[in-house]
C-alpha cells in the first residue's frame, strides 16, 4: 500500500521518525502530530481510521505480518529498559517530549510503532482515546507486540498522571445526588405545631384557647401522645404543639399530619403570608407544620426554667430512616418465627395425632393381651383338671388291678391250704416257687410301668412345653402387627 503525499502536505519533517510513501517521494512522519501544524489536512484525507479498517484481509504479500516477527523477553525487564525496544523506542522518546494536557489534547493525532512496515503503517488515530482502543484491540497482526506495547503505554500514560477512559466504558453523563443532602438534622421527639388555637378573652382580659386534652382528642387519628400549649402574660398566645412518640412510627406521624395540613394549604408559608384567622362560618382556622428549633424558641419564650419544653437535634438518617430498615429488618424475622413456629406447631400436632393413635393402638393391644392371658390361664386350668382326672383314673385303675391281684393270691392260698397234707409239701414248694416268680414278674411289671409313667409324664411336659411356646410366639407376633 502507498500514499501519495504530494505537495504543500503540510507535515511536519523532524530526525525521528520512519519513511512511508510511494518510493518515488519519501517523508520522515512524527509519531505524534499537533493539529496546530495542518496536520488536520492529513486527517481529512487520510480519514480518521476505524478498527474496522483493523481487519481488512491480507493479501499473499503480507502473510509474513500475520504471525510476530517480533521476540522479546520484556517481562523480565523493567519499564525504562523495556520501553528501549527497538520498535517502540522512538514513539516513546516522542511521547517523554509532551506533556499530559498535550497528550489528552483531543485533535491531537498518533501513529501506531507496532504497525511498521505493515499495510495499518500509514493510519493516524485521532486522540489517545482511539489510539489506545487500537493497541488493546489489534489481534491479527503482531498480536504479541501490540500486547506489550499495550501493557506499556498503560503504565506510561499512569505515571504520568494522564486518565484514560476504557474503550466501551461510559464516563461523566450522569451527576448523582449531592452527599450534603443525604442527611438533615429534626427536632426531637417529633412534634407539630398548630397555630391559631386561642379562642375567647375573659373577663380579665386574658386569652383562652385550647386545651392539651382537647387538643389531642381532636387530633386523636395521629396517635400524638402529649399535647401542649404557649402561655404569656395575655394568657394563651395561640400557638400549641403536638408531641408525638420518639420513633420512627412517631415521626411518620408527626410528618402525616404535617403533610395533611400543607396538602389543605395550611402550613407555615401560609400562616406567614396568607393567614385567614376565621373560616367564613365564624370558627377560627388552624394552621399546622412540622416544627423547627425556631419554632420551638418561641413556644419556650414565656415558659421559665423547668417549665421549658425539651427537644434535641437529631440525625433523621439515625432516628428515621436507620429506626425503619431495623423495623423492616424485625419484622422480616418476625414473619420468619413466625412461619417457622406455625410449622412447628402443626408438627407438634401431627406428631399428638400419631401419639394418640398409637396409644389407643396400644390400650388396644393391651386389652387384647389381656383377654389372651385370661383365656390362656382358662385353658391351663381346664387341661390341669382334666390330667388331674385321668391321673386319678389311672390310680384307680391300678388300685384295682393290684385288689383283684391280691385277692386272687388269697384265693389260691385258699385252695391250695384244702389239698392232702402229702402234697402239702409239694404244694408249699411249688407255691413258694411260684409265689417268688411272680414277685419277680410282679416287680418287673411295676418297674415297666414306672418307666411308661416316667415318660408319659416327660413327653406330656414337652407338649406343654411347645404348647406354650407357640403361644409366646403367636402373641409375639400379634403384637409386632398391632405397633407397625
Keep these: 500500500m502507498s500514499l501519495n503525499l504530494g505537495q504543500g502536505n503540510g507535515w511536519e519533517v523532524r530526525s525521528k ?50 504471525s510476530d516477527d517480533y521476540d522479546s523477553d520484556d517481562s523480565q525487564k523493567s519499564h525504562g529498559s523495556c520501553k528501549k525496544n527497538p ?33 495499518c503503517s500509514i493510519y493516524w488515530y485521532r486522540g489517545m482515546k482511539a489510539f489506545v482502543a487500537h493497541v488493546k484491540t489489534k489481534g491479527t497482526r503482531r498480536p504479541k507486540l501490540h500486547r506489550d506495547f499495550s501493557e506499556l503505554l498503560d503504565e506510561e500514560l499512569c505515571r504520568r498522571g494522564v486518565i484514560m477512559v476504557q474503550s466501551g466504558e461510559a464516563y461523566g453523563q450522569w451527576k448523582g445526588l ?125 415558659s421559665p426554667g423547668k417549665l421549658k419544653l425539651k427537644f434535641e437535634w437529631a440525625s433523621y438518617q439515625e432516628k428515621v430512616v436507620d429506626q425503619l430498615k431495623k423495623m423492616s429488618k424485625d419484622s422480616q424475622e418476625l414473619i420468619w418465627y413466625k412461619k417457622k413456629i406455625a410449622k412447628q406447631e402443626r408438627s407438634s400436632k401431627a406428631l399428638e395425632e400419631v401419639f394418640w393413635l398409637l396409644s389407643q393402638k396400644l390400650k388396644k393391644l393391651e386389652e387384647e393381651n389381656k383377654i389372651v392371658r385370661q383365656r390362656t ?24 388291678i393290684r385288689d383283684a391281684t391280691d385277692a386272687h393270691k388269697k384265693e389260691f392260698e385258699k385252695s391250695c391250704a384244702a389239698d392232702a397234707h402229702p402234697r402239702k409239701e409239694k404244694v408249699k414248694s411249688l407255691m413258694k416257687s411260684q409265689s417268688k416268680e411272680m414277685e419277680e414278674q410282679r416287680e418287673k411289671l411295676m418297674i415297666l410301668h414306672e418307666k411308661e409313667m416316667a415318660e408319659m409324664k416327660n413327653k406330656h411336659v414337652k407338649e406343654e412345653i411347645e404348647m406354650e411356646e407357640k403361644l409366646n410366639a403367636k402373641l409375639d407376633q400379634l403384637m409386632k402387627s398391632c405397633t407397625s
Design 377 to 400: 390361664q382358662l385353658y391351663h386350668d381346664q387341661n390341669k383338671e382334666e390330667m388331674d382326672s385321668h391321673e386319678k383314673f389311672f390310680k384307680d385303675q391300678l388300685k384295682a
Design 87 to 119: 520498535w517502540l523506542a522512538e514513539f516513546f522518546e516522542t511521547l517523554d517530549g509532551l506533556t499530559a494536557e498535550q497528550i489528552n489534547e483531543p485533535a491531537r493525532q498518533w501513529h501506531c510503532p507496532a504497525c511498521r512496515n505493515g499495510p
Design 178 to 302: 449531592d452527599k450534603e443532602f443525604e442527611d438533615r438534622e429534626i427536632v426531637w421527639p417529633p412534634m407539630v405545631i398548630v397555630i391559631n388555637t386561642q379562642l375567647e378573652q375573659d373577663e380579665n382580659g386574658k386569652w383562652r384557647g385550647m386545651g392539651s386534652q382537647e387538643l389531642l382528642d381532636y387530633f386523636g387519628s395521629y396517635e400524638a401522645v402529649r399535647a401542649r400549649s404557649s402561655f404569656g402574660p395575655e394568657g394563651h398566645t395561640g400557638m400549641s404543639v403536638l408531641i408525638f412518640d420518639t420513633s420512627a412510627v412517631g415521626y411518620l406521624e408527626a410528618e402525616r399530619l404535617g403533610n395533611h395540613f400543607s396538602r389543605q394549604g395550611l402550613d407555615k408559608n401560609a400562616w406567614e403570608h396568607h393567614q385567614n384567622l376565621f373560616n367564613p362560618d365564624g370558627k377560627r382556622q388552624l394552621y399546622g407544620f412540622m416544627a423547627t428549633k425556631q419554632d420551638l424558641d418561641i413556644l419556650n419564650q414565656h
Design 17 to 66: 521518525g520512519y519513511i512511508i510513501g510511494d518510493g518515488s517521494r519519501r517523508e520522515w512522519a512524527t509519531w505524534g502530530q499537533s493539529a496546530g501544524k495542518n496536520v488536520g489536512r492529513l486527517g481529512d484525507s487520510v480519514g480518521e481510521i476505524d478498527h474496522e479498517n483493523d481487519n481488512e484481509e491480507i493479501d499473499g504479500s503480507e502473510e509474513e505480518l500475520v
